[in-house]
């Protein structure tokens, strides 16, 4: 997660399965967010994950309708399919991600 995607062109891709994890440099909340979002990279490697600045990308972040952050969006061809402002847990997380992920 070091490198931050051009997040638009990503996003223009409406086939798009992933996540796209909202954040600001400043939140503090924002750092404990990015923390599990580590471990869930490593424990679902397949899963692709973007990181995308709301600073940077004030009009994306209003057009996906982000009401704070952090904000984990888990996409799923092009559409997003869920949005995560609470980061409970690891394994919070990962269920969620695999249940939006793996349905129908």
Same mark, same amino acid.
């Given at each position: 997660?070091?490198?931050? @995607? ?9 086939? *798009?399965?992933?996540? $796209? *994890?909202? *954040? @600001?440099?400043?939140?503090? @909340? ?7 979002? @580590? ?10 994950? #973007? ?28 559409? $997003?399919?869920?949005?995560? *402002? ?13 249940? #939006?992920?793996?349905?129908?």
């Amino acid at each position: 997660m070091n490198n931050e @995607t051009h997040v638009e062109i990503l996003l223009d891709l409406h086939q *798009y399965n992933g996540l $796209v *994890y909202a *954040y @600001t440099p400043m939140c503090g @909340t924002c750092a404990v967010a990015s923390k599990m979002l @580590t471990v869930i990279e490593e424990l679902m490697p397949n899963i692709h994950l #973007v990181k995308m600045n709301v600073n940077f990308n004030r009009a994306l972040a209003e057009e996906l309708l982000i009401e704070s952050v952090p904000c984990l969006l888990i996409f799923k061809e092009g559409i $997003v399919k869920h949005k995560i *402002y609470a980061f409970q847990s690891v394994p919070f997380l990962y269920e969620k991600i695999n249940q #939006v992920m793996n349905s129908g």
